[in-house]
T-cell receptor, first 112, second 114 residues
């Protein structure tokens, strides 16, 4: 999988929007951008994924840059329950079906 | 309940003993995976399975055995546990191999080997 770069940590106030950035300058044309999160003492949880267009679901939005070299996970109103480590992962067809490369992720702290 | 269930949630055992971690999913997903998570290493793939009776090694398979006689179950066995296998183990499943397919994880088994 191509490499991603995320900040080690971010902090947000409760009920405010959070923008979590991810750089992936070596992304290939067939790489999907996936986001997962891991809450304390739980397994990783799928959040959202996209290829080229921005995506929305009940958990979050994914904004993908036009050149696809970066993306941003948007939590519209952070809650205390959103405090977790967020992982940006690229998946390509050549190795899909195998391991997810979680990397170090961004640790999000949400304060009341 | 629908989803992916791991058991036990916590396990303490001694070196040299055999221990089996269970994983059950109700989605009829084709692919299933076993990961271990350790500080400083992130999640590492132990074994995966593409379908019943089809399994293959991941990044760190030594000391582990898997089987998949039924689509919904994917047990992981440590045949002779060692202290280095103390870890948190996560099972996951996905519908297919496609790069747009998410993996869905269980809540993990925390295994301590004394």
């Amino acid at each position: 999988d191509a490499k991603t770069t995320q900040p080690n940590s971010m902090e947000s106030n409760e009920e405010e929007p959070v923008h979590l950035p991810c750089n992936h300058s070596t992304i290939s044309g067939t790489d999907y951008i996936h986001w997962y999160r891991q809450l304390p003492s739980q397994g990783p949880e799928y959040v959202i994924h996209g290829l080229t267009s921005n995506v929305n679901n009940r958990m979050a939005s994914l904004a993908i840059a036009e050149d696809r070299k970066s993306s941003t996970l948007i939590l519209h109103r952070a809650t205390l329950r959103d405090a977790a480590v967020y992982y940006c992962i690229l998946r390509d067809f050549s190795n899909s079906g195998y391991a997810l490369n979680f990397g170090k992720g961004t640790s999000l702290l949400v304060t009341p | 309940d629908a989803g992916i269930t791991q058991s036990p949630r916590y396990k303490i055992t001694e070196t040299g003993r055999q221990v089996t971690l269970m994983c059950h999913q109700t989605w009829s997903h084709s692919y299933m995976f076993w990961y271990r998570q350790d500080l400083g290493h992130g999640l590492r793939l132990i074994y995966y399975s593409a379908a019943a009776d089809i399994t293959d090694k991941g990044e760190v398979p030594d000391g582990y055995v898997v089987s998949r006689s039924k689509t919904e179950n994917f047990p992981l066995t440590l045949e002779s546990a060692t202290r280095s296998q103390t870890s948190v183990y996560f099972c996951a499943s996905s519908e297919s191999r496609g790069s747009n397919q998410p993996q869905h994880f269980g809540d993990g088994t925390r295994l301590s080997i004394l």
